[in-house]
């Protein structure tokens, strides 16, 4: 099989070819695309190292699946290029993941949606995804009514800008002296913006929480209230989530739900100071969730903490997971 990696030399695009090697998906033709700045570099997968090629060279190999993460403008005008060759797409990027044409998808909650007519296909926001995976389960036994989210979001997010902004403060550079992806250090703060303000007073950031929520759990009736934050952490997104179910529930109940879900790892035992922490969760793939506590201020309502590397599960991973999906089917 021919496989392209769109946006192969970033954050994502790296970890990307990563997971294709640990999760042997079987790629005959590797097929490395980035800009015209990084045309000839070499990128190395299982051993062998390949030069990266234009999307206009990579186009003409007529791969059977190219995964996107080179961003929305980019996926815009290349995804479709792509598709028209036969190609299957999963795109990284916001572009295309509000469309009503084009699913959007965390394999273990609605794969399903997925059919042969697919072929761009939307892979959700990283804060997204770390948060639906446990809570798919316990909606579909107990309605949830309302989600109240705080996020606490990696720099890693950002891309590599971001990172060298923080590496810099902590090396001693002065603000003004080194180059600045944020408005403000990050180092030793935390700045409650992510993505661009709307008239609301949200950000894109928080709505993608949102929409996308509504749209992969079908289910319009929930509310949900985001907001997030960029903290000086290099790797791995935390968020705390507040629940509002329809129906009653038992702490038990929903440990034994999340520890037969696929992709979540219970840690929660607070007296032996176990609980999630994004220090812990990079390189792994699973969503940790902990703190599990009931909120006295409404009838069925549950507090946790959730703990998954963004870069990972976040991104690569569940792009990955989406072509297996893809494969399994007969559609690759």
Known sequence: MKVAVVGVTGLVGTRMVEVLEERNFPV???????????????????????????????????????????????????????????????????????????????????AGVLSEDDFIIANPNCSTIQMLLPLAPLHKKYRIRRIV??????????????????????????????????????????????????ESGYTKEEMKMVNETHKILDDYSIGVSPTTARVPVLGGHSESINLEFEKDFTLEDVRKIWSET????????????????????????????????????VRSGLNFWCVSDNIRKGAATNVVQIAEVLLRNGWL
């Open 28 to 110: 005959s033709e590797f097929i490395p695309v980035a800009s015209g700045r990084s045309v000839g570099k070499m990128v190395t997968f299982k051993g062998k190292e390949y030069p990266v090629m234009t999307a206009e060279d990579a186009i003409a190999l007529k791969p059977e699946l190219a995964l996107f993460s080179a961003g929305a403008d980019i996926s815009r005008d290349l995804a479709p290029k792509f598709a028209a060759v036969g190609c299957r797409v999963v795109d990284n990027s916001s572009c295309w993941r509000m469309d009503p044409t084009k699913k959007l998808v965390i394999p273990e909650i609605n």
């Open 149 to 198: 989210v705080s996020t606490y979001q990696s720099v890693t997010g950002s891309g590599t800008p971001a990172m060298n902004q923080m590496q810099a403060e902590r090396d001693g550079g002065k603000w003004g002296e080194y180059p600045a992806f944020y408005h403000y250090p990050i180092d030793q703060n935390v700045i409650p913006h992510i993505d661009d303000f709307l």
């Open 262 to 297: 696929e992709g979540v790892t219970v840690q929660d035992d607070p007296a032996s100071f176990v609980y999630p922490m994004p220090l812990y969760s990079l390189g792994k793939d699973d969503v940790f969730v902990g703190r599990l506590r009931r909120d006295p201020s």
